[in-house]
């Protein structure tokens, strides 16, 4: 979730006006899951950079954050969460799995970051050890190493696809299509990447309001039309606001403060 203090005014729900620009079609083979990007190097580090830029104003301290009212840190560009030892809340897990993805890539991430739980059991502890000498190093890890995790970012939406349309049901082909129209554009392939890392697949059960999602399958099951291209990333952006403002409201007013941000 996003620190609103530290959010710019190109959040994430204005992408359809201030992403990277359009860049050449996707191709799509066969098979749905097997939907790739051609983005390029510099599209993808214009990527990385928005998302470190949306989710912490693209400050280093902001690469490892406590934001109030959560139970858990956030971090790396995308926020990634890595729950205490004994918590297991309700949001997918992120960290232990980029730190395995990185190792897979044949990087060396600091001790630190190789625990299997975060190793500060509470905002304060956290906030104590701000500035010592083991997470200093990991934000420097992190700042180093924005390519790593903007790959880690397309892969995790890469292979979000066959699990939402496997969740998507009887609604599978019509998800499908709106994901492929979206994916013809630069513009929405940043969008479609950033989503899923900014509110998940949205095929966990426990990230509900009211049996009722706000994750990547819940915005293409909100899309109605038929363009492709910007226009289509225009309409995603749409249905997103749509998507997280139904969120709020099923919340009882609990993530009210949260929905500025978004």
């Known amino acids: 979730m996003k620190a609103l203090s530290l959010l710019p005014s190109c959040a994430f729900l204005a992408?359809?006006?201030c992403s990277p620009a359009d860049g050449p079609a996707i191709t799509t083979p066969g098979s749905p899951a097997a939907v790739a990007t051609t983005l390029t190097a510099a599209e993808k580090a214009k990527i990385g950079q928005k998302i470190w830029q949306n989710e912490s104003a693209g400050s280093r301290d902001g690469l490892t954050a406590w934001n109030d009212?959560?139970?858990?840190?956030?971090?790396g560009i995308g926020?990634?969460?890595w729950y205490p030892a004994g918590q297991n809340g309700p949001y997918t897990e992120s960290f232990p799995q980029f730190i395995r993805f990185a190792q897979q890539?044949?990087?060396q991430p600091p001790a630190l970051a190789r625990q299997a739980d975060a190793p500060w059991p509470n905002k304060a502890a956290f906030q104590r050890a701000f500035h010592g000498a083991e997470m200093t190093a990991l934000r420097t890890w992190l700042a180093n190493n924005v390519s790593l995790q903007t790959d880690f970012i397309i892969a995790k939406s890469r292979a979000s696809l066959?699990?939402?349309l496997q969740a998507a049901g009887p609604d599978a082909a019509r998800v499908k299509a709106n994901y492929?129209?979206?994916a013809t554009s630069a513009r929405g392939q940043y969008a479609l990447i950033d989503y899923v890392n900014f509110k998940g697949e949205g095929i966990n059960p426990n990230e509900r309001y009211h049996g009722q999602g706000w994750g990547l399958l819940q915005v293409l099951q909100e899309m109605k039309g038929t363009a492709t291209g910007p226009a289509a990333a225009v309409e995603f952006s749409q249905a997103a606001k749509t998507v997280m403002a139904r969120r709020v409201a099923n919340s009882g007013g609990k993530d009210q403060r949260w929905h500025a941000g978004w």
């Open 15 to 17: 992408l359809a006006a």
């Open 69 to 75: 009212g959560e139970a858990f840190p956030s971090l």
């Open 79 to 81: 926020h990634f969460i």
């Open 105 to 107: 890539q044949g990087a």
């Open 162 to 164: 066959p699990k939402i």
């Open 180 to 182: 492929e129209r979206v």
